[in-house]
Nanobody, 123 residues
Framework: QVQLVESGGGLVQAGGSLRLSCAAS????????MGWYRQAPQKQRELVAT???????NYPDSVKGRFTISRDNAKNTVYLQMNSLKPEDTAVYYC?????????????????WGQGTQVTVSS
């Protein structure tokens, strides 16, 4: 019942920057964590960045220092600022969120994925 929509992908030259956005909507009670993952052709989906509601972030070494994840809790939106992009960053980027949504008089856990946005970095 929680929907996620990504935006901001596109084509950029190596060394350039992109800013991705992902907005969550629905009967949200709370969002515990949000994150970004990516999947290149014929490769497994991999973690790009995560952020918890308290602001704690996590990055793999492949993007650390180049990518920055942030969130606006009031807007239920997570962002990914990508700088110094490399051709190996080319992938479909997916956002993810987990938390709880309202269901009648109670709440239930959810885990949702967006549809993905293509990021292509040319050499």
């Amino acid at each position: 019942q929680v929907q996620l929509v990504e935006s901001g992908g596109g084509l950029v030259q190596a060394g350039g920057s992109l800013r991705l956005s992902c907005a969550a909507s629905g009967s949200i009670a709370s969002i515990n964590a949000m994150g970004w993952y990516r999947q290149a052709p014929q490769k497994q989906r991999e973690l790009v960045a995560t952020i918890r509601n308290g602001g704690n972030t996590n990055y793999p070494d492949s993007v650390k220092g180049r990518f920055t994840i942030s969130r606006d809790n009031a807007k239920n939106t997570v962002y990914l600022q990508m700088n110094s992009l490399k051709p190996e960053d080319t992938a479909v980027y997916y956002c993810n969120a987990d938390g709880y949504y309202h269901s009648g008089l109670t709440v239930r856990p959810f885990g949702s994925w967006g549809q993905g946005t293509q990021v292509t970095v040319s050499s």
